[in-house]
Protein backbone atom coordinates (compact mmCIF):
# COMPACT_ATOMS: atom_id res chain seq x y z
CA UNK A 1 0.00 0.00 0.00
CA UNK A 2 1.42 3.52 -0.85
CA UNK A 3 0.40 6.87 0.77
CA UNK A 4 -1.34 9.07 -1.90
CA UNK A 5 -1.91 12.98 -1.48
CA UNK A 6 -5.85 12.98 -3.12
CA UNK A 7 -7.57 16.26 -3.93
CA UNK A 8 -10.46 16.57 -2.12
CA UNK A 9 -11.35 20.69 -3.50
CA UNK A 10 -9.99 23.36 -5.03
CA UNK A 11 -11.58 26.98 -5.34
CA UNK A 12 -10.02 30.24 -6.24
CA UNK A 13 -10.82 33.97 -5.73
CA UNK A 14 -10.22 37.43 -8.34
CA UNK A 15 -10.82 40.50 -7.68
CA UNK A 16 -12.95 42.86 -8.65
CA UNK A 17 -11.03 45.23 -10.48
CA UNK A 18 -10.05 44.27 -14.43
CA UNK A 19 -8.06 46.22 -16.27
CA UNK A 20 -8.07 45.75 -20.18
CA UNK A 21 -5.05 46.15 -22.10
CA UNK A 22 -6.69 49.01 -22.95
CA UNK A 23 -6.25 50.81 -19.82
CA UNK A 24 -2.12 50.85 -20.02
CA UNK A 25 -2.44 52.62 -23.70
CA UNK A 26 -3.17 55.57 -21.43
CA UNK A 27 -0.12 55.96 -19.81
CA UNK A 28 2.60 54.17 -21.35
CA UNK A 29 3.84 53.82 -24.74
CA UNK A 30 2.02 50.76 -25.51
CA UNK A 31 -0.82 48.86 -26.99
CA UNK A 32 -3.27 46.43 -26.37
CA UNK A 33 -2.20 45.09 -30.00
CA UNK A 34 1.41 44.81 -28.76
CA UNK A 35 0.64 43.17 -25.27
CA UNK A 36 -1.58 40.27 -26.62
CA UNK A 37 0.52 39.57 -29.69
CA UNK A 38 4.12 39.43 -27.48
CA UNK A 39 2.33 37.58 -24.31
CA UNK A 40 -1.51 36.67 -25.04
CA UNK A 41 -2.65 38.23 -22.11
CA UNK A 42 -5.75 40.56 -22.70
CA UNK A 43 -6.69 41.24 -18.92
CA UNK A 44 -5.92 41.11 -15.60
CA UNK A 45 -7.17 41.60 -12.13
CA UNK A 46 -5.85 43.85 -9.53
CA UNK A 47 -6.73 43.98 -6.00
CA UNK A 48 -8.25 46.93 -4.60
CA UNK A 49 -6.76 49.36 -1.99
CA UNK A 50 -5.69 47.43 0.77
CA UNK A 51 -6.97 43.98 -0.03
CA UNK A 52 -3.95 41.66 0.68
CA UNK A 53 -2.75 39.03 -0.02
CA UNK A 54 -3.80 36.60 3.17
CA UNK A 55 -6.95 38.24 2.26
CA UNK A 56 -7.68 36.67 -1.13
CA UNK A 57 -5.82 33.70 -0.27
CA UNK A 58 -8.54 33.23 2.43
CA UNK A 59 -11.14 33.29 0.20
CA UNK A 60 -10.03 30.96 -2.54
CA UNK A 61 -9.27 28.76 0.81
CA UNK A 62 -12.89 28.57 1.74
CA UNK A 63 -14.25 28.25 -1.71
CA UNK A 64 -11.63 25.04 -1.39
CA UNK A 65 -13.59 24.48 1.68
CA UNK A 66 -16.96 24.05 0.60
CA UNK A 67 -16.10 21.83 -2.12
CA UNK A 68 -14.42 19.14 -0.08
CA UNK A 69 -16.75 19.51 2.61
CA UNK A 70 -14.79 20.71 5.21
CA UNK A 71 -14.19 23.31 8.02
CA UNK A 72 -10.76 25.19 8.47
CA UNK A 73 -10.48 22.82 11.45
CA UNK A 74 -10.23 19.80 9.89
CA UNK A 75 -7.01 21.15 8.39
CA UNK A 76 -3.45 19.69 9.69
CA UNK A 77 -1.13 21.93 7.46
CA UNK A 78 -1.64 24.81 5.23
CA UNK A 79 1.23 25.26 2.66
CA UNK A 80 0.79 29.11 1.50
CA UNK A 81 3.45 29.79 -1.62
CA UNK A 82 3.87 33.70 -2.42
CA UNK A 83 6.38 36.20 -2.72
CA UNK A 84 4.12 38.84 -2.02
CA UNK A 85 3.01 38.33 1.57
CA UNK A 86 1.19 40.89 3.77
CA UNK A 87 4.13 41.50 6.24
CA UNK A 88 8.05 40.85 6.20
CA UNK A 89 6.63 38.04 9.08
CA UNK A 90 4.77 36.57 10.16
CA UNK A 91 4.02 34.51 6.99
CA UNK A 92 0.40 34.79 5.19
CA UNK A 93 -0.36 31.12 5.66
CA UNK A 94 -0.73 31.85 9.72
CA UNK A 95 -2.60 34.22 8.79
CA UNK A 96 -5.15 32.18 6.43
CA UNK A 97 -4.86 29.36 9.29
CA UNK A 98 -6.59 32.22 12.13
CA UNK A 99 -8.76 33.76 9.12
CA UNK A 100 -10.66 30.11 8.52
CA UNK A 101 -10.60 28.94 12.52
CA UNK A 102 -7.95 26.94 12.65
CA UNK A 103 -5.88 26.28 16.20
CA UNK A 104 -4.82 23.24 15.92
CA UNK A 105 -2.49 22.78 12.49
CA UNK A 106 0.55 24.58 11.27
CA UNK A 107 1.16 26.92 8.67
CA UNK A 108 3.90 28.39 6.85
CA UNK A 109 4.86 30.37 3.10
CA UNK A 110 6.83 29.00 0.62
CA UNK A 111 8.78 31.21 -1.46
CA UNK A 112 10.05 29.95 -5.05
CA UNK A 113 8.62 32.72 -7.03
CA UNK A 114 6.33 31.36 -10.34
CA UNK A 115 7.46 28.24 -9.34
CA UNK A 116 5.75 28.16 -5.87
CA UNK A 117 2.81 26.58 -5.92
CA UNK A 118 4.38 23.62 -7.64
CA UNK A 119 7.15 23.73 -4.56
CA UNK A 120 3.91 23.69 -2.42
CA UNK A 121 2.62 21.02 -3.69
CA UNK A 122 5.86 19.21 -3.36
CA UNK A 123 6.31 20.14 -0.47
CA UNK A 124 2.66 19.27 1.16
CA UNK A 125 2.95 15.53 -0.71
CA UNK A 126 6.15 15.14 1.17
CA UNK A 127 4.17 15.73 4.36
CA UNK A 128 1.15 13.38 3.71
CA UNK A 129 3.44 10.60 2.38
CA UNK A 130 5.62 10.99 5.12
CA UNK A 131 2.55 11.11 7.73
CA UNK A 132 3.53 14.41 9.14
CA UNK A 133 -0.06 15.35 8.09
CA UNK A 134 -3.49 13.67 7.01
CA UNK A 135 -4.49 17.42 5.38
CA UNK A 136 -3.16 19.77 3.86
CA UNK A 137 -4.79 23.21 2.03
CA UNK A 138 -2.06 24.52 -0.29
CA UNK A 139 -2.19 28.01 -2.14
CA UNK A 140 -0.88 30.12 -4.10
CA UNK A 141 -1.91 33.84 -3.25
CA UNK A 142 0.08 36.42 -4.65
CA UNK A 143 -0.56 40.59 -5.05
CA UNK A 144 2.03 41.52 -7.97
CA UNK A 145 0.61 45.09 -8.27
CA UNK A 146 1.99 46.04 -5.44
CA UNK A 147 5.72 45.26 -6.60
CA UNK A 148 5.16 47.05 -10.15
CA UNK A 149 7.23 49.76 -12.05
CA UNK A 150 3.95 51.14 -13.34
CA UNK A 151 6.28 53.24 -15.69
CA UNK A 152 8.42 50.30 -17.14
CA UNK A 153 5.98 48.72 -20.15
CA UNK A 154 8.25 45.88 -20.08
CA UNK A 155 6.71 44.40 -17.26
CA UNK A 156 3.99 46.24 -15.30
CA UNK A 157 1.47 44.96 -18.47
CA UNK A 158 2.48 41.35 -17.79
CA UNK A 159 1.52 40.87 -13.70
CA UNK A 160 -1.99 40.63 -11.96
CA UNK A 161 -3.45 39.43 -8.94
CA UNK A 162 -5.46 36.23 -7.92
CA UNK A 163 -5.28 33.27 -5.21
CA UNK A 164 -5.95 29.32 -5.57
CA UNK A 165 -6.29 26.55 -3.01
CA UNK A 166 -5.99 22.90 -3.19
CA UNK A 167 -7.16 20.82 -0.25
CA UNK A 168 -5.01 17.03 -0.42
CA UNK A 169 -5.74 14.04 1.99
CA UNK A 170 -4.09 10.94 2.21
CA UNK A 171 -5.53 7.91 0.49
CA UNK A 172 -4.36 4.49 0.13
CA UNK A 173 -3.45 3.82 -3.66
CA UNK A 174 -1.60 1.00 -4.98
CA UNK A 175 1.38 2.66 -5.76
CA UNK A 176 0.97 2.25 -9.57
CA UNK A 177 0.55 5.58 -11.88
CA UNK A 178 -3.40 4.56 -11.76
CA UNK A 179 -3.38 5.92 -8.35
CA UNK A 180 -5.43 9.17 -7.43
CA UNK A 181 -3.31 12.15 -6.19
CA UNK A 182 -0.10 13.34 -6.59
CA UNK A 183 2.35 10.83 -8.19
CA UNK A 184 5.68 12.35 -9.37
CA UNK A 185 7.44 15.45 -8.45
CA UNK A 186 10.43 17.27 -9.71
CA UNK A 187 11.94 20.51 -8.26
CA UNK A 188 14.97 22.39 -9.71
CA UNK A 189 16.64 26.09 -9.02
CA UNK A 190 19.46 27.46 -10.04
CA UNK A 191 20.69 30.93 -8.64
CA UNK A 192 23.51 31.54 -11.01
CA UNK A 193 20.54 33.40 -12.76
CA UNK A 194 18.89 35.83 -10.24
CA UNK A 195 19.77 38.70 -12.35
CA UNK A 196 16.75 37.82 -15.11
CA UNK A 197 14.11 37.92 -12.65
CA UNK A 198 14.54 39.55 -9.18
CA UNK A 199 12.54 41.95 -7.21
CA UNK A 200 14.95 45.30 -6.12
CA UNK A 201 14.19 45.86 -2.51
CA UNK A 202 13.66 43.88 0.73
CA UNK A 203 14.87 44.13 4.15
CA UNK A 204 18.65 44.46 2.71
CA UNK A 205 17.76 47.88 1.26
CA UNK A 206 14.65 48.91 3.77
CA UNK A 207 12.29 49.43 1.06
CA UNK A 208 9.75 46.66 -0.95
CA UNK A 209 11.49 47.05 -4.15
CA UNK A 210 9.97 46.67 -7.46
CA UNK A 211 9.97 43.87 -9.81
CA UNK A 212 12.84 44.00 -12.57
CA UNK A 213 13.12 41.41 -15.24
CA UNK A 214 14.88 40.36 -18.71
CA UNK A 215 11.69 39.16 -20.51
CA UNK A 216 13.89 37.52 -23.24
CA UNK A 217 16.48 35.45 -21.57
CA UNK A 218 13.90 34.47 -19.14
CA UNK A 219 11.95 33.29 -22.13
CA UNK A 220 14.61 31.63 -23.50
CA UNK A 221 15.09 29.23 -20.35
CA UNK A 222 11.26 28.96 -19.35
CA UNK A 223 10.59 26.69 -22.70
CA UNK A 224 13.76 24.53 -22.27
CA UNK A 225 13.37 24.09 -18.46
CA UNK A 226 10.10 23.42 -18.63
CA UNK A 227 9.69 20.65 -21.31
CA UNK A 228 12.59 19.25 -19.56
CA UNK A 229 10.92 18.92 -15.83
CA UNK A 230 7.49 17.53 -17.27
CA UNK A 231 9.39 15.08 -18.71
CA UNK A 232 11.52 14.13 -16.19
CA UNK A 233 8.70 14.43 -13.65
CA UNK A 234 6.70 11.93 -16.14
CA UNK A 235 9.70 9.75 -16.72
CA UNK A 236 10.37 8.53 -13.57
CA UNK A 237 6.69 7.13 -13.29
CA UNK A 238 7.47 5.40 -16.60
CA UNK A 239 4.90 7.86 -18.35
CA UNK A 240 4.95 9.78 -21.77
CA UNK A 241 3.22 13.05 -22.97
CA UNK A 242 0.65 10.06 -24.91
CA UNK A 243 -0.85 9.74 -20.86
CA UNK A 244 -1.58 13.33 -19.92
CA UNK A 245 -5.05 14.76 -20.20
CA UNK A 246 -4.34 18.08 -19.63
CA UNK A 247 -1.03 19.98 -19.32
CA UNK A 248 -1.72 23.12 -16.55
CA UNK A 249 1.17 25.36 -17.05
CA UNK A 250 2.54 28.84 -15.06
CA UNK A 251 0.22 31.26 -17.01
CA UNK A 252 3.52 33.60 -18.21
CA UNK A 253 2.89 33.92 -21.49
CA UNK A 254 1.03 31.90 -24.71
CA UNK A 255 3.92 31.56 -26.58
CA UNK A 256 5.77 30.05 -23.69
CA UNK A 257 2.65 28.16 -23.28
CA UNK A 258 2.25 27.11 -26.68
CA UNK A 259 6.17 26.26 -27.36
CA UNK A 260 6.60 24.00 -24.28
CA UNK A 261 3.46 22.08 -25.26
CA UNK A 262 4.84 21.63 -28.44
CA UNK A 263 8.26 20.26 -27.07
CA UNK A 264 6.46 18.11 -24.91
CA UNK A 265 4.32 16.66 -27.71
CA UNK A 266 1.04 17.68 -26.25
CA UNK A 267 -1.68 19.69 -28.23
CA UNK A 268 -2.98 22.89 -27.22
CA UNK A 269 -6.46 21.16 -26.74
CA UNK A 270 -4.73 19.12 -23.83
CA UNK A 271 -3.09 22.57 -22.14
CA UNK A 272 -6.03 25.03 -19.88
CA UNK A 273 -4.80 28.55 -20.91
CA UNK A 274 -6.06 30.97 -18.67
CA UNK A 275 -3.21 34.07 -19.41
CA UNK A 276 -5.26 36.03 -21.80
CA UNK A 277 -8.11 36.40 -18.33
CA UNK A 278 -5.61 36.80 -15.40
CA UNK A 279 -1.92 37.63 -16.87
CA UNK A 280 1.14 36.44 -15.09
CA UNK A 281 -0.23 36.07 -10.98
CA UNK A 282 3.23 34.33 -10.41
CA UNK A 283 2.41 31.51 -7.62
CA UNK A 284 -0.98 32.00 -8.43
CA UNK A 285 -1.14 30.96 -11.48
CA UNK A 286 -1.57 27.26 -11.42
CA UNK A 287 -4.05 27.09 -8.49
CA UNK A 288 -6.18 29.46 -10.39
CA UNK A 289 -6.12 27.42 -14.22
CA UNK A 290 -6.74 24.24 -12.36
CA UNK A 291 -10.04 25.79 -10.52
CA UNK A 292 -11.27 27.20 -13.98
CA UNK A 293 -10.25 23.98 -15.26
CA UNK A 294 -12.32 22.25 -13.21
CA UNK A 295 -15.41 24.45 -12.58
CA UNK A 296 -15.47 24.55 -16.43
CA UNK A 297 -15.71 21.00 -16.87
CA UNK A 298 -12.08 20.05 -18.62
CA UNK A 299 -10.64 18.43 -15.67
CA UNK A 300 -12.37 15.66 -14.49
CA UNK A 301 -11.51 13.04 -11.58
CA UNK A 302 -9.22 10.30 -13.14
CA UNK A 303 -7.48 12.84 -15.41
CA UNK A 304 -4.07 12.77 -15.59
CA UNK A 305 -2.43 16.17 -15.24
CA UNK A 306 0.84 17.57 -15.57
CA UNK A 307 1.56 21.40 -13.86
CA UNK A 308 4.76 23.00 -14.88
CA UNK A 309 6.07 26.55 -13.86
CA UNK A 310 9.22 28.83 -14.03
CA UNK A 311 10.17 31.76 -11.92
CA UNK A 312 12.71 34.16 -10.39
CA UNK A 313 15.25 31.93 -8.96
CA UNK A 314 15.91 30.87 -11.30
CA UNK A 315 13.09 28.08 -9.91
CA UNK A 316 11.34 25.56 -11.67
CA UNK A 317 9.68 22.15 -11.22
CA UNK A 318 6.73 20.22 -12.15
CA UNK A 319 4.25 17.97 -10.38
CA UNK A 320 1.97 14.78 -12.11
CA UNK A 321 -1.26 13.95 -10.31
CA UNK A 322 -4.16 11.63 -11.47
CA UNK A 323 -7.19 14.08 -10.39
O1 LIG B 1 6.56 34.29 -14.55
C1 LIG B 1 7.95 34.33 -14.52
C2 LIG B 1 8.50 34.05 -15.79
N1 LIG B 1 8.37 35.17 -16.67
C3 LIG B 1 8.18 34.93 -17.93
O2 LIG B 1 8.02 33.81 -18.31
C4 LIG B 1 8.22 36.09 -18.89
C5 LIG B 1 9.09 35.70 -20.03
N2 LIG B 1 9.24 36.67 -21.08
C6 LIG B 1 8.21 37.08 -21.88
O3 LIG B 1 7.09 36.69 -21.69
C7 LIG B 1 8.54 37.98 -23.05
O4 LIG B 1 9.92 38.05 -23.21
C8 LIG B 1 7.96 39.42 -22.90
C9 LIG B 1 6.45 39.38 -23.09
C10 LIG B 1 8.35 39.98 -21.57
C11 LIG B 1 8.54 40.31 -24.01
O5 LIG B 1 8.31 39.76 -25.29
P1 LIG B 1 9.51 39.71 -26.36
O6 LIG B 1 8.95 39.17 -27.60
O7 LIG B 1 10.63 38.94 -25.73
O8 LIG B 1 9.83 41.21 -26.56
P2 LIG B 1 11.21 41.99 -26.27
O9 LIG B 1 11.48 42.04 -24.81
O10 LIG B 1 12.27 41.44 -27.17
O11 LIG B 1 10.82 43.43 -26.78
C12 LIG B 1 10.57 43.69 -28.15
C13 LIG B 1 10.32 45.17 -28.30
C14 LIG B 1 11.40 46.04 -27.66
O12 LIG B 1 11.62 47.13 -28.50
P3 LIG B 1 12.91 47.19 -29.44
O13 LIG B 1 14.10 47.08 -28.51
O14 LIG B 1 12.80 46.02 -30.35
O15 LIG B 1 12.77 48.51 -30.12
C15 LIG B 1 10.75 46.51 -26.38
O16 LIG B 1 11.25 47.76 -25.96
O17 LIG B 1 9.10 45.53 -27.67
C16 LIG B 1 9.30 46.63 -26.78
N3 LIG B 1 8.37 46.54 -25.67
C17 LIG B 1 7.11 47.01 -25.74
N4 LIG B 1 6.45 47.65 -26.72
C18 LIG B 1 5.17 47.99 -26.49
C19 LIG B 1 8.57 45.99 -24.45
N5 LIG B 1 7.45 46.09 -23.72
C20 LIG B 1 6.53 46.73 -24.50
C21 LIG B 1 5.18 47.12 -24.31
N6 LIG B 1 4.56 47.74 -25.32
N7 LIG B 1 4.52 46.87 -23.15
Redesign the pocket.
Known amino acids: MTLRAVVKGIGHYLPERIVPNSE?EQT????DE??KS??GIERRHFAAEGQTTSEMATLAAVAALDMAGMQGSDIDAIVLATSTADMTFPSAATMVQHAIGNTTGYAFDVQA??AGFVYALSTANALITSGQAKTVMVIGAETFSKIMDWTD??????FGDGAGALILAAEDGSGSSDDRGILSTDLNSDGRYKHL?YVDGGVATLNTGMLR?E??E??RH?VEKLAATADKALHKIGLTADDVDWVVP?Q??I??IQATAKKLGVGMDRVVVTVQDHG?T?AA?IPLALSVGVANGQIKQGDLVVTE????GLAWGSVVLRW
Open positions: FLDTSWIRSVCRSTCVLLMGKVFAHANRINSSAIGG
